[in-house]
């Protein structure tokens, strides 16, 4: 078999190029936050010539911070218990009943259709009806974010649905177990893998995310979740970048931690149910 070289140069050269753009803000990221402001003033991207902490202790001195801390812990613990518990239920109901009620399969189509509306088109119907409906708080964020978790969601567990056999559901229901005992002491423990990664997954948006805060609670510094306060480092440290990357830090390295110990269930939550038999 004749090798293609040249399409395999072109394939590693692309693989270092996209590296390059994913790990340098990440190094910058790093050595930014552990470098004084004389030394990032010299020479913004070189390695710090020790491992400074000041930056960190500044950060957490600051009062608002812990604030913004607990109000994305508070949010996202919120929204992830609302969503770990409805959208398995509203998979499961639409996975078992669209096969002989239609009006299912159109719920289904309309939940998937959120997926592929552009955020961009959303986001000028959802702050006028957010604003009119007096939600632009902290409770508002998290029914939109439930809301928005529905299309994912539902996609990844209808699908997951559809691999167990119906057969166990059947001798449930034989035993005397009714629908809802059926889900959760049958259905509902054999899809922990589709749930963990679910739960994985939307932990990282939302912990992460910024344009929803944005548009719902940066009218009331109060609400600001820890992407917003970062955002506005430009008013309150006039552009400290070494203090800003510093918090970049205490929102990066948790999210960091819990994806590298449960990628695993990421991935055997994301194949379980795409090869049968």
């Excluded at 078999?1 to 590693?12: D, E, I, L, R, S």
């Excluded at 995310?209 to 506005?232: C, G, H, I, R, V």
């Amino acid at each position: 078999m004749k090798k293609n070289y040249p399409a395999k140069f072109v394939c590693y050269i692309f693989l270092i190029l996209m590296s390059f753009v994913i790990i340098f803000p990440i190094y910058v990221t790093f050595v930014t936050a552990f470098k004084t402001a004389e030394e990032s003033t010299a020479n913004f991207f070189s390695l710090p010539r020790s491992l400074y902490l000041g930056n960190f202790q500044s950060v957490m001195s600051d009062p608002n911070f812990s604030h913004y801390v607990t109000n994305s812990v508070l949010i996202t613990a919120i929204s992830i218990t609302l969503i770990a518990f409805t959208i398995p239920m509203v998979s499961y109901a639409i996975a078992r009943t669209m096969a002989r009620h239609k009006y299912f399969t159109v719920i289904y189509v309309l939940i998937l259709l959120s997926i592929f509306a552009p955020f961009q088109v959303l986001m000028v119907p959802l702050t006028q009806l957010t604003s009119r409906l007096g939600l632009q708080n902290q409770f508002g964020l998290i029914l939109v974010y439930t809301a928005f978790a529905l299309g994912q969601g539902v996609f990844l567990f209808v699908a997951y649905y559809k691999s167990i056999p119906l057969e166990l559901e059947e001798a449930a229901i034989i035993d005397g177990c009714s629908t809802s005992g059926t889900f959760f002491r049958i259905v509902f423990p054999l899809a922990k893998p589709m749930t963990i990664t679910v739960v994985i997954l939307d932990v990282l948006w939302i912990w992460n995310d910024f344009m929803l805060p944005l548009l719902l609670l940066n009218k009331s510094a109060e609400n600001w979740t820890l992407p917003l306060y970062q955002y506005n480092f430009k008013s309150s440290y006039t552009f400290d970048y070494n203090l800003a990357f510093a918090s970049f830090l205490f929102s990066i390295i948790p999210m960091m931690i819990v994806y590298i110990c449960l990628q695993k269930y990421i991935i055997a939550g994301l194949t379980a149910g795409a090869v049968k038999g």
